[in-house]
């Protein structure tokens, strides 16, 4: 039977339309120069999301867990998308096979836009809070490689919305309210221990969540003297 079942905690939700308005402001902000500051001092809060998404991987309820995600093989990745396209639903509670290497592929590509801007320097406006530890080659490389991972994010990013509306409007599933009320549609049983809604997750997410963005921006921003 499928039913409504309580499957993304409040820190993963919280931490999906937080990223999105950041990944837009940085999309904008980037290109201009009068905004470098405010670019990195979000971009740097994003880098801190990464850390906590990866730790929350780990540590968070059990459809926050990489363990709950299917395996990233090719074959069930292209099976699940061939099912998704002939609009099959399958009905799991958390991540489908492809839902789940999209995950992978946008924490990454996310985490890797972060760090080679925080690795980068122009010598005259703007000098990134890693680029005074790096080798000039590697301040170089990751100037160059940023604006390259940006528009690899903008790209995966239309590809997950546009995969987000085929679900919602083409199959009739309601995933975008899943993503506000965190209730989705599973035919599993929820294993879900602990449960994603309970308090002990509300405030383990708490201590992670502060530590990782808050601690980011603490040790890069404040420590280096931004
Ligand atoms: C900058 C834009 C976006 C980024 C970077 C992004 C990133 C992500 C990530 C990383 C996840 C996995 C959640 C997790 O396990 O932590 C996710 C899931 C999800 N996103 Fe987005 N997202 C973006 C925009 C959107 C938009 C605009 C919508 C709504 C139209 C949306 C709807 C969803 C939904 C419904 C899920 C859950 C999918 C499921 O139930 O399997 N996302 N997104
Ligand atoms: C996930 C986070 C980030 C995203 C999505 C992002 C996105 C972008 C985009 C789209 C551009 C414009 C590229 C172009 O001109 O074609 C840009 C430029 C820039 N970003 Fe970021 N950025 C992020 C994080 C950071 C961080 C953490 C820093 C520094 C601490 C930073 C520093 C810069 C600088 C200095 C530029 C202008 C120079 C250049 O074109 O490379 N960014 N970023």
């Keep these: 039977m499928s039913s409504p079942q309580p499957v993304w905690d409040f820190w993963i939700r919280l931490g999906h339309w ?3 308005a950041g990944i837009i402001f940085q999309q904008i902000s980037g290109e201009e120069i009068e905004l470098v500051n405010a670019h990195a001092t979000v ?8 850390l906590f998404r990866v730790i929350w991987g780990f540590t968070g309820p059990y459809y926050a867990r990489f363990s709950s995600f299917p395996p990233p093989a090719p074959k069930t990745a292209v099976a699940s998308l ?8 399958e009905e799991t509670a958390g991540h489908s096979a492809i839902g789940g290497v999209a ?4 924490i990454t590509l996310i985490g890797l836009t972060a760090l080679t801007g925080m690795a980068s320097s122009d010598d005259i406006f703007f000098s990134g809070p890693l680029a005074p530890f790096l080798s000039a080659d590697a301040v170089d490389l990751a100037g160059r490689a940023h604006p390259i991972l940006s528009k690899m994010v903008l790209i995966t990013v239309i590809m997950h919305v546009f995969a987000v509306l085929w679900h919602q409007f083409a ?19 929820l294993s879900a221990h602990p449960h994603p ?14 530590i990782c963005v808050g601690g980011t ?9 931004w």
């Excluded at 740097?44 to 999301?49: E, P």
């Design 82 to 89: 061939k099912r998704v396209l002939k609009k099959e639903t």
């Design 43 to 50: 971009g740097v809060l994003l880098g801190g999301w990464v």
């Design 18 to 20: 937080l990223i999105v």
């Design 103 to 106: 995950v992978y592929l946008l």
């Design 171 to 189: 199959m009739k599933e309601r995933l975008i309210q899943g993503m506000i009320t965190g209730l989705k549609i599973g035919s599993e049983k």
């Design 217 to 225: 921006y603490g040790l890069l921003g404040i420590y280096l003297g």
């Design 197 to 210: 809604f309970s308090k002990m997750i509300l405030l383990r997410g708490f201590v992670i969540f502060s």
